[in-house]
T-cell receptor, first 114, second 111 residues
Framework: DVKVTQSSRYLVKRTGEKVFLECVQD?????MFWYRQDPGLGLRLIYF???????EKGDIPEGYSVSREKKERFSLILESASTNQTSMYLC?????????????FGPGTRLTVT | RKEVEQDPGPFNVPEGATVAFNCTYS??????FFWYRQDCRKEPKLLMS???SGNEDGRFTAQLNRASQYISLLIRDSKLSDSATYLC????????????FGTGTRLKVLA
């Protein structure tokens, strides 16, 4: 069974703090993704990575950065948290390639910025 | 216009009913298609992939119409446990691979 884990289920941070969200997958997937999910807006892609040390901006990268030093681990960094970054953050992974590879999701981190 | 569009619902149906959801997509580079299920405050989980010839998994049937650019999900004999949000997902190949999500359709199955 594919397992994607995220470092925290719930997190409360103050405005201006630096926040690290970690994601680990155990299926040797090349692709890893970070999304945020907000009511009425669905899942929006923040960043993705298709290989170690590679990263690509998604649709809403502003205010975020990422790090992929090892294949199994993909970190999302909020350099200076703001209240509009309060959201559910979901990490996902998949195999690379144009076959019918689905994504597998972690349980999510519900971040509140006060 | 959103790249992937779904009717947000909610669809309120009695147990045992048949219900169908549609999803339209606009990007011609769309290559693979999926239906995910998401329970309240949980992560999305794959329900089924959608193949060109259509496919069935128990009470669930998925169909793809590339000419009209839509996919559908049919649920027969609805159960209370089917209550969830159903997300339509399109995988796009354009240099790299991206997954585009619809905002989901809420289903409530009523006793």
């Amino acid at each position: 069974d594919v397992k994607v884990t995220q470092s925290s289920r719930y997190l409360v941070k103050r405005t201006g703090e630096k926040v690290f969200l970690e994601c680990v997958q155990d299926m040797d997937h090349e692709n890893m993704f970070w999304y945020r999910q907000d009511p009425g807006l669905g899942l929006r892609l923040i960043y993705f990575s298709y290989d170690v040390k590679m990263k690509e901006k998604g649709d809403i990268p502003e205010g975020y950065s990422v790090s992929r030093e090892k294949k199994e681990r993909f970190s999302l960094i909020l350099e200076s948290a703001s209240t509009n970054q309060t959201s559910m953050y979901l990490c996902a992974s998949s195999f690379y390639g144009n076959r019918n590879y689905e994504q597998y999701f972690g349980p999510g981190t519900r971040l509140t910025v006060t | 216009r959103k790249e992937v569009e779904q009717d947000p619902g909610p669809f309120n149906v009695p147990e045992g009913a048949t219900v169908a959801f549609n999803c339209t997509y606009s990007n011609s580079a769309s290559q693979s298609f999926f239906w995910y299920r998401q329970d309240c405050r949980k992560e999305p989980k794959l329900l089924m992939s959608v193949y060109s010839s259509g496919n069935e998994d128990g009470r669930f049937t998925a169909q793809l119409n590339r000419a009209s650019q839509y996919i559908s999900l049919l649920i027969r004999d609805s159960k209370l446990s089917d209550s969830a949000t159903y997300l339509c997902v399109v995988k796009i190949t354009s240099g790299t691979y991206k997954y585009i999500f619809g905002t989901g359709t809420r289903l409530k199955v009523l006793a």
